[in-house]
């Protein structure tokens, strides 16, 4: 079975469906060294926010290269957080649905996603 996604437009900017997070909402906030970005998940679609936004969960990485392999597969993030390289604060149920819903989108949807959030 192929996973489709499919990409639309709001006011916010461009929604990307990701299957694996049907039925997750919420706001979460990736920190990777300086960058961050913001995005608000409705039923799959993960839409870009303002990065002063508030949000549900808080996630930060060790670095930016720890970001990329975990959104390309590379690592398990879960693994990561038990090391310290990757800390939640907030929501960690939201947190840990959104990481690994994006990691199951691993390949160059990856890729894309992290270099996304380091932009």
Known sequence: MTKQRTTTENKGGTAKRVDALHGVSG????????????????????????????????????????????????????????????RVEGNLELATRVLLGLQSEAGDSGKQAAAEVQS
Do not use: C, H
Not at 51 to 64: K, L, R
């Open 27 to 86: 706001r979460v906030r990736f920190q990777a060294g300086s960058a961050a970005r913001t995005y608000s998940v409705e039923e799959g679609a993960l839409k870009p926010e303002d990065p002063s936004a508030t949000s549900d969960s808080v996630i930060t990485f060790e670095g930016e290269q720890l970001l990329e392999e975990i959104f390309t597969g590379k690592k398990n993030p879960v693994v990561m957080a038990l090391q310290g390289r990757l």
